[in-house]
């Protein structure tokens, strides 16, 4: 019964940076591992990040460490992915996705997904 909804998708010109958002609704949203994804045209969804239910756990995919942070504030029911350094092969939708407390990477381990918003680097 988790609704996710992302925002703050855009265009931007490489190096440059976006801030996206991802809204809960439903309850107990601070139980819940966040994680974020993204799918290009034609290919498979990757993962890009996840953060834990308490906050202490953090992955970052290998493609994006150091130029990307997720962070999560449970009392506004939100998790965010600031992406710096931006680069043409970021270029994809990026969802939101949330399960039960502990962090996976792969998406098949995620309940709930939320509708995605485009990100696209120009070069």
């Known amino acids: 019964q988790v609704q996710l909804v992302e925002s703050g998708g855009g265009l931007v010109q490489a190096g440059g940076s976006l801030r996206l958002s991802c809204a809960a609704s439903?309850?107990?949203?601070?139980?819940?591992?966040m994680g974020w994804f993204r799918q290009a045209p034609g290919k498979e969804r990757e993962f890009v990040a996840a953060i834990n239910w308490r906050g202490w756990t953090i992955r970052y995919a290998d493609s994006v460490k150091g130029r990307f942070t997720i962070s999560r504030d449970n009392a506004k029911n939100t998790v965010a992915l600031q992406m710096n350094s931006l680069k043409p092969e970021d270029t994809a939708v990026y969802y939101c996705?949330?399960?039960?407390?502990?962090?996976?990477?792969?998406?098949?381990?995620?309940?709930?997904w939320g509708q995605g918003t485009q990100v696209t680097v120009s070069s």
């Open positions: 996705a949330a399960r039960w407390q502990v962090v996976f990477t792969m998406p098949s381990a995620y309940n709930y």
């Open positions: 439903g309850p107990t949203f601070s139980s819940y591992a």
